[in-house]
């Protein structure tokens, strides 16, 4: 199996480092757009056996707008319509 060293760090540095420069200007308006002036970016690295070497596989996750809704309702089968159809 391979080992972990320093190629495959430079590879997830540089990987990363390119999500965050594709986005940048996404990033930029996901930030000025927060109602709590926190923007989570999560980035993820996956490394996987190849055959010629470690497959590293990386993410960017963040949040351009924040959708918050919610909804009650209570129902009761036994309950008589109200109206005639």
């Known amino acids: 199996m391979a080992t972990i ?8 540095v540089k990987q990363l480092e390119g999500h ?3 986005y940048m200007a996404q990033i930029d308006e996901a930030y000025c757009d927060q109602e709590d002036d926190m923007l989570n970016i999560s980035l993820g690295a996956k490394l996987s056996p190849d055959a010629n070497g ?3 596989t990386t993410s960017i996750s963040f949040t351009m ?9 209570v129902v009761n089968e036994n309950q008589k ?5």
């Open 5 to 12: 060293g320093e190629n495959v760090i430079a590879g997830i």
């Open 20 to 22: 965050l420069k594709d």
């Open 54 to 56: 470690i497959k590293i």
């Open 65 to 73: 707008n924040k959708i918050k809704d919610g909804g009650i309702l």
């Open 81 to 85: 319509k109200l109206f005639e159809d």
